[in-house]
């Protein structure tokens, strides 16, 4: 189905991921909107609410506000319940459910039986 969102606010669109409830969309100037069930923080907004229509991610924002072609999202891939940007400087950045350790940030299963990382957290490479 179309996500008239995009048309309606005069955004292009780059390139998509998806992962098991949730999207993410990079447009061509570079900001990235997400939207699905926010459950354990899979939309990287710092929230656990689900978002019914795109909304921007303000963290991510910063990244292109500081110097575009240094920092700007090179590419970006979603699995089950979370996901990663690589900025064009090198640099990894995930959020999401990381039970398993799956977002190369550290933990997995420990005191939390639901470990997740919120927020865009660099993954120290």
Request: glycine share 16%.
């Given at each position: 189905?179309?996500?008239?969102?995009?048309?309606?606010?005069?955004?292009?669109?780059?390139?998509?991921?998806?992962?098991?409830?949730?999207?993410?969309?990079?447009?061509?100037?570079?900001?990235?909107?997400?939207?699905?069930?926010?459950?354990?923080?899979?939309?990287?907004?710092?929230?656990?609410?689900?978002?019914?229509?795109?909304i921007i991610n303000e963290d991510i924002e910063g990244f292109n506000e500081e110097?575009?072609?240094?920092?700007?999202?090179?590419?970006?891939?979603?699995?089950?319940?979370?996901?990663?940007?690589?900025?064009?400087?090198?640099?990894?950045?995930?959020?999401?459910?990381?039970?398993?350790?799956?977002?190369?940030?550290?933990?997995?299963?420990?005191?939390?039986?639901?470990?997740?990382?919120?927020?865009?957290?660099?993954?120290?490479?």
């Open positions: 189905m179309k996500v008239k969102f995009f048309e309606e606010n005069g955004l292009k669109i780059k390139s998509i991921s998806a992962g098991l409830y949730h999207c993410n969309a990079l447009t061509t100037d570079g900001s990235l909107y997400t939207w699905g069930r926010g459950l354990n923080g899979v939309l990287g907004n710092g929230s656990n609410s689900h978002a019914l229509e795109p110097d575009a072609e240094l920092l700007g999202i090179k590419t970006m891939k979603s699995a089950d319940e979370y996901s990663g940007i690589l900025l064009n400087d090198g640099t990894l950045h995930t959020w999401g459910k990381n039970d398993r350790g799956q977002m190369g940030t550290g933990a997995g299963v420990g005191i939390e039986m639901v470990e997740c990382e919120n927020m865009p957290t660099q993954v120290d490479l």
